[in-house]
């Protein structure tokens, strides 16, 4: 009997995958590798993230028929693999609706089905167009210990499910996650979780997704934190990971008597509904694979570091998981274009990256020259196809109509469409996928040209101010212990190049000035006068205020790109393009 | 006594507005009209659509607070103008979160708000992104009646408000909409309401938004029945228009009181929450401004007639309400440009809109001259551009990149996109809006160039199918008593020629065979094997599933066009583009 409780502990093993929406095969694959890679560790129970069967967020897949039939067909294979172990999976689920669900299945049965209670439905989330949001909070016990299991946001509410399930005897709280990343995401995450763990006495395992899904990435850093919320283990972050943790559940059965509130709650199985018995406890010895960890001796990383990191995997993803092999990037010898080679060179490859400089007659010696020694630098294959004869010959071609007219923005974006134009043509015949180059800023105050350098297939910097590209690109020459983007690149004012002389200081504010009115603005929804308010020049505020509300239409067709900041342009921020209100 | 009795009329009129999103000045300026012709012609009560004050959808701009006070700011202006009359009137209500709320005002007080209780958060809507449901079923008494206010989706469900309403003493339910078109939807929605009101015994007065937004556009047609369900007043559709009916409540009464099981309901006032009491009764005499039809009596348009109008008015909108006068349309002399074209001079007249013709190597001699006869015929000025200079400049400048290769689609889209690069720089030269000229059946299949044929700021017939093409423009001819759309137009091949001889048959199945198929892949989530089982050749099915699986990332950079089928690609279609998963 004594022998029994010495043995409440859990070996869980967390599976972070690298799910692809859609991709059945794929994905079940990765899970009966990781099912038996759990088993081969001794652990008791294997979880997997989130909606982990079909991807996350598989958006209007869910109401095909076929679709849902595909995950039940998958997870079906799933629970064959399961002698001998447990394993908590997230599907969709149908009954008389459909459901966010986890799959409780142990050795060879599926015994039970959670369904979401907390659907998100703000921000790039719009579950309620999907799920119906469960109602139920049951206890398993999975050898020998109470397990409660809820998905992503239900964590997030303090008298959410894990309080309910803690109260009703889960000593453990299993969690599977899909959760995309921005910068500062991960500490606010791992607190809450904490804040968790210790206010309900119960261990928490965290399983987040990894990968990345057209805007989304999904950071992983799955986390197991204690009963008085302090961290035993973590995955990595923007990589697939499996992580093994044993779980000592008999100290939160002693934390829990020594606290009063507990006491007449501890009695396993009171009210729950299913019971998962394992016929044989686990052999296996307790260790942890890794050693437990405080929080303090975790190497946080920089924040450019983890955008960087986070972008890489992005566009890797988007590139692979649409059948791409090759990339084609528009090289002007600007630090846009030189950081998204970097990223696509440090996720790729040098022989899947193509350069491409396309000088027309405004372009400065260095446009040239610079991109050539990026090209060198980074190790990839660069293409010169001047654009002046096409330039020229749309002049010729427009004379009549623009008779009597002056240059203006007109002639500027011609430029800038026939490099888009010459792109696609590349991206067409050869099959490479074209990356765009611009930024943040340049996206929220329509500084970039429609068909022009917005024309391509992924946006890796999208969501990236100005001011964090030049501090990425300082890190990855950081990183290089050379100057991998070369200085005169990060030096040089930043410039179209479309007509004689041409600066963006002549028409926007400085970059430094300017992206903090950006964030007030676009981020956090901030009016003109509180952002005057905050110090800021009248001025620089209702100027950009008035181009990000006129740039709309351009951003509606833009192609998408990796979220990274807590708003991003896209899903992430819905608004009309007709719209009288001017927020200036 | 009996008087009083007698005098149990309710004179309503229905401000069928067209609102814009986010133009407080504008929609404050139409509702006051409305409220001032109201009270000219005697009514106690004048009702306007939901969110009138702020237009439908406002989206995002929801969560700027200025775009809340503002709205607040309005709201006090209506009822500052209700002297002597009551007023229904949608607003967005914030207390403790954000309602879609219609106000009840009488007599220069806000005497009641209404949270909208049922939200869609389907198709086109978020609606539970922005909103909180409401939980109360308030009736109000005005000029002596019971009155019941409910929005839009509210009387969509039977056991809804408007039951709940009427059980508690409403004789009328007024119901205030922004309900967006699609065809089909009218019948179906006079339908429901029809039996709503029979079912509850009570008046209904449904008053929809009138005009475009973005993808949408709301087609008025409000409605008065009675309580037996018959047509009383149906406003315009595609018009503003103020709708006059005089309501007979004392028959509502009589009614109820045959019916045993309405006896005990029938004590107005005993539950409800506010009052609005009249200080005189109406001396207008009983009359109605307009007739009362029996649905027979209602000239049901035909389908292309009413697609047609929804396109004009989409259009309208959407070039007006975003401040351009004039647009622009590539003409190439086949039905697609030839009926955006005719539909443009429609809604903004003949000389708002200016054509180009930009023939190639590969274009037919009907390419031009029929884009000339169209021009003439509508009356629109015609700009000849050739593109075969600038074509032949890319080919020189890309000659080196493709040397060895063979002409592929590259060559075919660099075309495309020269048209899309001139069409660009007129609209930035001289501010014209781009209308494109894309089908749904093109749209569907990615038979279309990205940048090229798909550039410009809104797509009119994007969610129209290629057959529906055919039958608007013959359509068009049979309303103009001559061959406006060109016969030589409606009955040539379809071509892009893009290449010599090229025809979309080469291509594509032939559309009457595809158009079926689309409908049934896209808009219904039917599996390639449910349509197969339907009689289609399987061969057809799978490939054109193929093409519009493949297609999602084209789609994505796509602009807004007008949502006129059930399910339109734009926010009532969200596919991820990286899906593994195919429909084939």
Not at 12 to 22: D, F, K, P, S
Not at 32 to 41: E, H, R, T
Not at 216 to 224: E, P, Q, R, T
Not at 541 to 547: E, P
Request: glycine letters at 8%; charged letters at 25%.
């Amino acid at each position: 009997m004594s022998q029994r409780v010495d043995a409440r502990r859990l070996r869980i093993a967390m599976a972070q995958i690298n799910a692809t929406v859609g991709d059945f095969a794929g994905n079940l694959q990765k899970m009966l590798k990781a099912v038996n890679q759990a088993k081969a560790l001794g652990a008791d129970l294997v979880t997997f993230p989130e909606l982990a069967i079909c991807g996350y967020p598989p958006e209007d897949l869910l109401f095909k028929p076929r679709f849902i039939a595909e995950t039940r067909r998958c997870l079906q294979k799933v629970v064959e693999a399961s002698s001998g172990i447990s394993i908590v999976v997230g599907f969709a689920d149908t009954k008389e609706d459909i459901y966010n669900a986890a799959a409780i299945i142990h050795d060879g049965k599926l015994v039970g089905v959670y369904h979401k209670i907390f659907l998100p439905n703000y921000g790039v989330f719009d579950e309620n167009r999907y799920f119906r949001a469960g109602d139920e909070c049951p206890v398993y016990i999975i050898a020998g210990v109470g397990v409660g299991v809820n998905i992503c946001e239900d964590i997030w509410y303090e008298a959410g499910p894990a309080n309910i399930q803690a109260y009703s005897g889960a000593e453990v709280i299993v969690n599977i996650s899909a959760s995309p990343y921005y910068f500062g995401k991960r500490d606010a995450r791992e607190k809450m979780i904490a804040t968790r763990a210790a206010d309900n006495v119960a261990i928490i395992s965290y399983n987040n997704l990894v990968g990345g899904q057209d805007e989304l990435v999904f950071d992983g850093g799955s986390l197991v934190l204690d009963e008085k919320g302090r961290l035993l283990a973590r995955g990595k972050q923007f990589e697939e990971d499996l992580i093994l943790a044993d779980l000592d559940v008999e100290a939160v059965s002693q934390t829990r008597l020594q606290n009063p509130r507990w006491k007449k709650e501890l009695v396993l199985g009171e009210e729950q509904e299913w019971q998962v018995t394992r016929a044989t406890v686990s052999e296996a010895p307790f260790n942890t694979e890794k050693p437990p960890l405080s929080p303090m001796q975790v190497e946080m990383r920089s924040l450019p570091a983890e955008i960087y990191d986070a972008l890489v995997l992005g566009t890797v993803d988007y590139v692979a998981k649409n059948g791409f092999k090759k990339v084609l990037i528009g090289l002007s010898g600007g630090i846009d274009s030189s950081l998204v080679a970097a990223i696509a060179v440090d996720g790729l490859g040098k022989p899947n990256v193509v350069g491409v400089t396309m000088p027309s007659r405004y372009s400065s010696p260095g446009s040239v020259s610079d991109a050539e020694l990026l090209a060198k630098n980074l190790g990839i294959k660069l293409l010169t196809i001047p654009i002046e004869k096409v330039f020229q010959a749309y002049q010729d071609t427009l004379a009549e109509a623009f008779k009597g007219t002056k240059p203006n923005v007109a002639e500027e974006n011609v430029q800038a469409r026939i490099r888009g134009n010459i792109l696609m043509a590349l991206s067409n015949k050869f099959g490479w996928l074209v990356l765009t180059t611009g930024n943040k800023s340049e996206m929220a105050t329509g500084y970039t040209t429609l068909y022009g350098d917005m024309a391509g297939g992924f946006a890796v910097i999208k969501d990236v101010p100005k001011t964090m590209v030049y501090e990425l690109a300082r890190y990855r020459n950081y990183l290089a212990e050379v100057e991998l983007i070369p200085s005169s690149v990060i030096d040089k004012p930043p410039s179209a190049e479309l007509r004689p002389g041409q600066k963006d200081i002549d028409t926007l504010p400085s970059y430094e000035l300017l992206d903090p009115v950006l964030k007030a603005y676009v981020e956090e929804d901030k009016s003109v006068e509180q952002i005057i308010a905050l110090g800021t020049d009248e001025e620089v505020v209702k100027r950009a205020a008035r181009l990000v509300d006129d740039s709309e239409y351009k951003r509606r067709q833009a192609p998408p790109g990796i979220k990274i900041t807590t708003r991003a342009f896209g899903r992430d921020r819905r608004l009309p393009i007709t719209n009288r209100f001017k927020g200036w």
